[in-house]
């Protein structure tokens, strides 16, 4: 089985700056895409970014571009995501997501237990 531990979250005023981090452990084949997802209270689960790890593709919410980079450390199966000129709009849990191959299973996918962001003056 697959953990994605997450670490980063907390509050911060508008214009301020928060990078999480989310570490996949456990019996890792190879992992396909990693980013992050979020979910702010009465809204869906939405995209904010994600990476595939053999290409370095990137995929961004519009909401986030120019703002938001996310990077990874294939080595040590982690993803980044560095949020800076927060916004109110951007308060929400974020989850850190996968898609694996698993030996056995094929593609799997896997969410974090989720951080939350508070950006409030």
């Known amino acids: 089985h697959v953990h994605l531990v997450e670490s980063g979250g907390g509050s911060v005023q508008p214009g301020g700056s928060l990078r999480l981090s989310c570490l996949a452990s456990?019996?890792?084949?190879?992992?396909?895409?990693m980013g992050w997802y979020r979910q702010a209270p009465g809204k869906e689960r939405e995209l904010v970014a994600a990476i595939f790890d053999a290409s370095g593709k990137i995929n961004y919410a519009d909401s986030v571009k120019a703002r938001f980079t996310v990077s990874r450390d294939s080595a040590k199966n982690t993803v980044f995501l560095q949020m800076n000129s927060l916004e109110p709009e951007d308060a929400a849990v974020y989850y850190c997501?996968?898609?694996?191959?698993?030996?056995?299973?094929?593609?799997?996918?896997?969410w974090g237990q989720g951080t939350q962001v508070t950006v409030t003056s």
């Open positions: 997501y996968s898609l694996i191959i698993d030996r056995d299973l094929g593609p799997v996918e896997y």
């Open positions: 456990g019996t890792i084949y190879v992992i396909v895409r």
